[in-house]
């Protein structure tokens, strides 16, 4: 990456893009609603079972222009989704900036293992044992979506929803490798800790991206 890229980069004029699309949001509080989703390329949190592992090398994602970003997003939606990747290991301000004075409203998910940079009305913060949240996204998400890939995962939720506001809605989601075994446990989990709701990833059982 030239000197100049870089530093573009480093200030979030420019971001690794790896993908942007059109689709229905699958999981947590708003699935089933119309959203542009931005995956921004980058990550070193490194979930095996991440279903999107090759988000994680940015060097392979071209640097793109904020500009271009939200001109796209805003030809289709006005609700605009942040994945990635991890979002965060990048400077969102000029992005989100660009995106409010567009009128959207932005969403972002992240595992929170970065500073919150960013104006966002929706944080869906998905922590992961492997590199744990900043202190300070834990006050300001709106939702907590925590992966059950095996039974610790349901004390490892318990730790998380303890750091969250009371505002913040709580959901398991199952990896979806192993649905079939962890979905059984997490109903029963969900009856007997009613403070919890359950996620699916509806967009797979859709066929949509």
């Known amino acids: 990456m030239q000197k100049e890229t870089k530093e573009l980069v480093d200030l979030g004029l420019l971001l690794p893009l790896m993908e942007e ?3 229905i949001q699958g999981e947590g509080f708003h699935k089933g609603t119309a959203a542009y989703f931005i995956r921004i390329g980058g990550c070193d949190v490194g979930c095996h079972w991440c279903d999107v592992k090759e988000s994680w090398n940015a060097a392979l994602h071209p640097p ?65 044992k492997i590199k744990l949240p900043k202190e300070e996204i834990y006050d300001v998400a709106d939702e907590l979506k925590v992966i059950v890939y095996n039974k610790d995962d349901f004390r490892f939720a318990e730790e998380q929803a303890a750091k969250v506001s009371s505002k913040c809605i ?40």
């Not at 409010?100 to 966002?120: C, D, N, R, V």
């Open 21 to 23: 699309f059109y689709t």
């Open 64 to 128: 793109t222009a904020v500009e271009t970003i939200v001109g796209n997003a805003v030809k289709h939606s006005n609700t605009v989704v942040v994945t990635g990747g991890e979002p965060l290991t990048w400077n969102m301000n000029p992005l989100t900036e660009e995106l409010k004075a567009k009128e959207a409203k932005i969403h972002i998910e992240t595992s929170g293992a970065y500073p919150l940079t960013g104006q966002w009305d929706w944080i869906c913060l998905s922590p992961k």
């Open 170 to 209: 709580l959901y398991l989601q199952p990896e979806w490798s192993k649905r079939e075994t962890v979905i059984p446990l997490i109903v029963d989990y969900v009856m007997a800790n009613p403070k919890w709701k359950v996620s699916l990833q509806t967009h797979k059982y859709l066929n949509i991206p």
